[in-house]
């Protein structure tokens, strides 16, 4: 047994395998069009922010569907970046990303909340993944990285 595993990772040092990494990394062009995918991404989903906004001026709340902010179905948003964009339940939009981002079906989350300023009603959203590890570096600080899907 004791030979079965000095083989193994002499074979696994030998090989240049390293425990706990990728097999493989991605290139410095591969990251900047998975950061240019996001950014279209986050691009895409500006009209469905501008129409949450309107919603919420208009009605008082916050809507739960595209159909509420008179958009089309979610799929219909769709592009090479893009699978589909989503508003849910209290405004959240979702945007399901491609496999040009890196991870196909990766999902950011901008979660809007009302403006702390009285008597204002606007908007303040947040933009989160648990999809993209480094969405903070690919979108300058706007978007953060969690752990909470």
């Not at 410095?28 to 691009?43: G, R, V």
């Not at 849910?88 to 991870?103: C, M, R, Y």
Request: charge should be negative; charged fraction near 20%.
């Amino acid at each position: 047994m004791k030979k079965i595993l000095m083989t193994l990772l002499l074979s696994c040092a030998i090989g240049g395998y390293s425990w706990g990494q990728d097999a493989a990394k991605p290139s410095a062009a591969d990251i900047q069009a998975h950061n240019l995918a996001i950014s279209k991404a986050l691009a895409a989903a500006t009209p469905v922010k501008t129409a949450v906004e309107e919603f919420r001026r208009h009605s008082g709340r916050l809507p739960s569907t595209n159909a509420d902010v008179g958009m089309n179905p979610p799929a219909t948003y769709g592009n090479y970046d893009v699978k589909q964009i989503a508003v849910g339940n209290d405004g959240v939009i979702e945007i399901t990303l491609t496999a040009s981002s890196g991870v196909d079906d990766g999902i950011i989350r901008l979660t809007p909340k009302p403006s702390p300023i009285k008597d204002e009603n606007s908007l303040e959203w947040t933009c989160a993944s648990a999809s993209f590890s480094t969405i903070s570096d690919a979108t300058g600080g706007v978007c953060e990285y969690t752990n909470q899907p």
